[in-house]
């Protein structure tokens, strides 16, 4: 019995240091994705990394989860998971300063995506990224 409740609270502790830091997982789903094709992303207004924006899980294996899953998983599909190498259209963006952060964290094809930049307004975000962060419907 004093084994098992042991095992309890120290379980109890490492739940709440992991809340306490700030600490954030995806959903079990995503981990447990067959294809390793998963992305959380969120997008936070401002330049600042501000803990508790609410993010979207984008599952690829059906495209699910997402405003745009289908778009997207095909635009990463194109790049191999790297975000980074996404480049969508050409266009004009207003030279207004409301940043943007893009953060993507997950598995593709079997490799780990870890995926952070600020742009200077969504218009940026949009023509970089195309439809990885078009998480709004």
Same mark, same amino acid.
């Given at each position: 019995? /004093?084994?098992?409740?042991?095992?309890?609270?120290? $379980?109890?502790?490492? +739940? !709440?240091? #992991?809340? &306490?830091?700030?600490?954030?997982?995806?959903?079990?789903?995503?981990?447990?994705?067959?294809?390793?094709?998963?992305?959380?992303?969120?997008?936070?207004?401002?330049?600042?990394?501000?803990?508790?924006?609410?993010? /979207?899980?984008?599952?690829?294996?059906?495209?699910? $989860?997402?405003?745009? +899953? !289908?778009? #997207?998983? &095909?635009?990463?599909?194109?790049?191999?998971?790297?975000?980074?190498?996404?480049?969508?259209?050409?266009?004009?963006?207003?030279?207004?300063?409301?940043?943007?952060?893009?953060?993507?964290?997950?598995?593709?094809?079997?490799?780990?995506?870890?995926?952070?930049?600020?742009?200077?307004?969504?218009?940026?975000? #949009?023509?970089?990224?195309?439809?990885?962060?078009?998480?709004?419907?």
């Amino acid at each position: 019995m /004093t084994r098992s409740i042991s095992a309890v609270r120290g $379980g109890l502790l490492a +739940a !709440a240091a #992991a809340l &306490a830091l700030g600490a954030t997982t995806p959903p079990a789903t995503a981990q447990d994705s067959d294809t390793g094709n998963w992305l959380f992303v969120t997008v936070t207004r401002g330049d600042g990394r501000h803990g508790g924006t609410p993010g /979207t899980l984008l599952l690829c294996d059906p495209p699910q $989860g997402h405003a745009h +899953a !289908a778009e #997207a998983c &095909a635009d990463l599909d194109r790049v191999g998971g790297d975000i980074s190498r996404l480049r969508q259209k050409d266009a004009f963006c207003p030279m207004i300063y409301a940043p943007v952060t893009a953060h993507a964290r997950g598995e593709w094809n079997g490799h780990p995506v870890d995926y952070r930049e600020t742009f200077s307004n969504g218009c940026g975000l #949009a023509t970089q990224t195309g439809s990885v962060f078009a998480v709004d419907g």
